[in-house]
């Protein structure tokens, strides 16, 4: 069974069955009844049209669950528009699945759901063991947002941003279980950048690249973490870099700036640079001015105070850090190296025990506290 085939049909299918009328929920429904009785047919009796067939199953589970509810209208006539067997026209709704998808009406986290099982093709099951949550819940979760969107007309125009905030939490989330959601949201990407013509898109594949190209080395094999100074640079995926790069300097060349690209362009400095000390800080200072002056971000303010520090020394570090609100997540972190670099050595220590304990996860939580352990050790020598 190509289970790749059956993920790339999955958007399109979809899209057929909503386009003519079905209810995107019931859509949905319908079309994973038809892929996992493809799963039971296809390996003895292969089709010679796999979109057909998924079409023509799907369309017929559909009529089923209708005709099953009382409720339903049109049922005569919806088995009058059933299509006949064969050939399906080539049309992709993909990327309309990706705006209805990520809805505004949508919290951020079902947006995310929703994506992974309609665009993404992933079973509920995936997608929870993923976020680890029961399946239930995230079945929950999926239903609510599919119903939330199923009186959204199909071809409503979409917001390119949100879509790409909800593809940009798919990659953050990295990985976690049998699904890796960075190299999920980096195929979903890849599909948008194939679709739609747009440099924001191709600055999002490109800084997904770039992130992922580091990713071998941001852990130890204990599962601890390791900073980007720090980290084999030998090991980096050099393909990824090199292609990164190329979408991103296509892209800027449009003069269409957007925060995905001065997001790709921070990550290729990095990705540039042979060895730690040979980063160039100053543009990458530039760099976050470009960032902050498109979001109006403190993070994007606290991640700055941190280059200013490498470009100009800890202490004009500590006075960009100064004008930032202490509530900040990971602005005792950064306070920390920062005050570590100028040389204080118990301020510092004082301040990795304090963003430990701030910490959203175990792994960074354990880093934080190996550093104040470690300078409280050097400071009783």
């Known amino acids: 069974m190509n289970e790749a085939l059956l993920r790339s049909l999955t958007p399109s299918v979809l899209g057929i069955l909503v386009r003519r009328g079905a209810d995107f929920a019931a859509a949905e429904d319908a079309v994973q009844d038809a892929l996992v009785e493809a799963v039971r047919v296809w390996p003895a009796d292969p089709p010679r049209d796999p979109k057909g067939w998924l079409v023509t199953v799907a369309w017929r589970k559909f009529l089923d669950a209708t005709r099953a509810d009382a409720a339903r209208h049109r049922r005569e006539d919806l088995v009058d528009e059933e299509p006949a067997p064969g050939a399906v026209p080539a049309v992709d709704d993909t990327l309309q699945l990706y705006f209805l998808c990520a809805h505004p009406s949508l919290t951020p986290s079902s947006a995310v759901a929703l994506t992974l099982r309609a665009v993404g093709g992933l079973t509920t099951r995936q997608i929870a063991r993923a976020y680890l949550v029961p399946e239930a819940t995230m079945a929950q979760r999926i239903?609510?947002?599919?119903?939330?969107?199923?009186?959204?007309?199909?071809?409503?125009?979409?917001?390119?941003?949100?879509?790409?905030?909800?593809?940009?939490?798919?990659?953050?989330?990295?990985?976690?279980?049998?699904?890796?959601?960075?190299?999920?949201?980096?195929?979903?990407?890849?599909?948008?950048?194939?679709?739609?013509?747009?440099?924001?898109?191709?600055?999002?594949?490109?800084?997904?690249?770039?992130?992922?190209?580091?990713?071998?080395?941001?852990?130890?094999?204990?599962?601890?973490?390791?900073?980007?100074?720090?980290?084999?640079?030998?090991?980096?995926?050099?393909?990824?870099?090199?292609?990164?790069?190329?979408?991103?300097?296509?892209?800027?060349?449009?003069?269409?700036?957007?925060?995905?690209?001065?997001?790709?362009?921070?990550?290729?400095?990095?990705?540039?640079?042979?060895?730690?000390?040979?980063?160039?800080?100053?543009?990458?200072?530039?760099?976050?001015?470009?960032?902050?002056?498109?979001?109006?971000?403190?993070?994007?303010?606290?991640?700055?105070?941190?280059?200013?520090?490498?470009?100009?020394g800890p202490r004009a570090g500590l006075a960009a850090l100064a004008a930032l609100d202490d509530s900040l997540p990971r602005h005792a972190a950064v306070a920390a190296y920062l005050h570590e670099r100028d040389g204080d050595l118990a301020t510092a220590a004082r301040l990795y025990a304090e963003a430990a304990h701030k910490a959203p996860n175990l792994a960074e939580r354990d880093h934080l506290t190996r550093q104040a352990a470690r300078l409280n050790a050097r400071r009783c020598r």
Request: cysteine-free; aromatic content about 6%; proline content about 4%.
């Open 143 to 312: 239903s609510r947002a599919k119903r939330t969107v199923s009186g959204v007309r199909f071809d409503q125009p979409g917001d390119v941003a949100t879509v790409l905030r909800v593809l940009y939490l798919v990659f953050n989330e990295g990985y976690s279980g049998d699904v890796d959601l960075a190299a999920e949201a980096i195929r979903l990407t890849r599909q948008l950048a194939a679709a739609i013509d747009h440099p924001e898109v191709a600055g999002l594949l490109a800084l997904m690249l770039l992130h992922h190209a580091r990713r071998a080395t941001r852990t130890a094999p204990d599962g601890s973490l390791v900073p980007l100074a720090e980290q084999d640079r030998s090991r980096w995926d050099t393909e990824s870099i090199a292609e990164g790069v190329e979408i991103l300097q296509a892209a800027l060349a449009r003069d269409r700036l957007g925060e995905f690209q001065a997001q790709a362009a921070i990550a290729a400095l990095h990705a540039d640079a042979p060895t730690a000390e040979e980063t160039d800080w100053v543009q990458i200072v530039e760099w976050y001015d470009e960032l902050a002056r498109l979001t109006d971000s403190p993070v994007v303010r606290l991640n700055r105070a941190v280059a200013v520090g490498e470009a100009d």
